[in-house]
């Protein structure tokens, strides 16, 4: 029960976390997890809801490297692979299912004008250090990102024409709401060697 680096089988790493650490994002972070060091930025803009579901808003999962000359092409496609593989899962984390409002972000929550006008929630993620687990740590900055978000208040008022609804931004930086988080779950990964199973694991793990 002792790793190469001195933990247990079910200790991690110890990790740092700072946030709003982007001025021209609504939420921002930066962890670093041994050598794996990532920055989430989520961005906030308003468009039209999925006609299928028009009460609910949007989110949409993005996560790239900090691009390298040195790659080979090899490195470069298996790259590319990866961080598809890791925006669909980080996206399957942050959305719950058709019809359910359990798991991820509250997507009613986003809704502003039912079937006209909801957030766009866009999270996006750079990795800037690779030292293995990284789908821990882009799920513990993200959240920690999320829970930076500042969404700014919106007060609805009646339209130009009859039962039409409209809405307007408050310009106060101050007067803002959060995005509701409690249901955002964190990602942890477990690797077996042998029969036994290790949590955070290292690249060499």
């Known amino acids: ?18 946030t709003g650490v982007l001025a021209q994002s609504n939420g921002s972070a930066m962890l670093k997890l041994g050598a794996s060091r990532v920055l989430v930025s989520v961005k906030l803009e308003i468009g039209s809801p ?4 028009p009460d609910l808003g949007k989110v949409f ?41 359990k798991g991820g972000i509250n997507l009613t ?20 250090g690779q030292g293995g687990n990284l789908i821990d740590a882009i799920s513990l900055g993200t959240r920690a990102a999320l829970r930076n978000t500042k969404i700014p208040k ?27 988080i409690e249901a955002i779950p964190i990602c942890v990964s477990l690797t077996k060697i042998g029969n036994y199973y290790v949590i955070d694991p290292t690249p060499e793990e």
């Open 1 to 18: 029960d002792i790793r190469q680096d001195g933990r247990s089988r079910m200790d991690y790493r110890d990790f740092s976390i700072e």
């Open 50 to 53: 999925d006609p299928n579901f």
């Open 61 to 101: 999962c993005s996560v790239d490297w900090c691009k390298s000359s040195a790659w080979s092409s090899e490195e470069r496609i298996e790259r590319e692979m990866l961080t598809a593989s890791l925006s669909r899962r980080l996206e399957r984390a942050l959305t719950p299912a058709p019809g359910s409002k």
């Open 109 to 128: 929550s986003l809704g502003i004008i039912p079937g006209q006008q909801c957030w766009i929630v866009y999270v996006d993620t750079m990795i800037l």
């Open 154 to 180: 919106i007060n609805i008022i009646p339209g130009e024409f009859d039962g039409e609804m409209d809405f307007e931004l408050s310009d106060d930086p101050l007067d803002c709401t959060r995005l509701e």
